[in-house]
């Protein structure tokens, strides 16, 4: 998922997708505990794509926290 895409997302959406993801990390971790996993790369795209909205929230919050001058 890129960048561009998540910043045009709403709080809403951001968050629904943040539970998603680790949700699907989830499964993936427990794949991989039990052999199962096919595509080990997909667990680290898709650690980084948590990181990834993890930081627009934070951004998001401290835009809304400064004072408009």
């Known amino acids: 998922m890129n960048l561009e895409k998540i910043r045009e997302m ?3 959406e951001l968050e629904a ?3 998603k993801m680790k ?3 989830f499964n993936l971790r ?3 505990v039990t052999g199962q ?4 790369i997909r667990m680290r ?5 948590v990181a990834r909205v ?3 929230i934070r951004e998001k919050e401290l835009a ?3 004072p408009s001058a």
Do not use: G, I, Y
């Not at 996993?37 to 080990?40: A, C, H, I, K, V």
């Open 10 to 12: 709403t709080d809403l």
């Open 17 to 19: 997708e943040l539970k």
């Open 23 to 25: 949700n699907e990390l």
């Open 30 to 32: 427990f794949q991989h």
């Open 37 to 40: 996993l096919e595509n080990p």
């Open 45 to 49: 795209d898709l650690r980084r794509d």
């Open 54 to 56: 993890k930081t627009v």
């Open 64 to 66: 809304a926290e400064q």
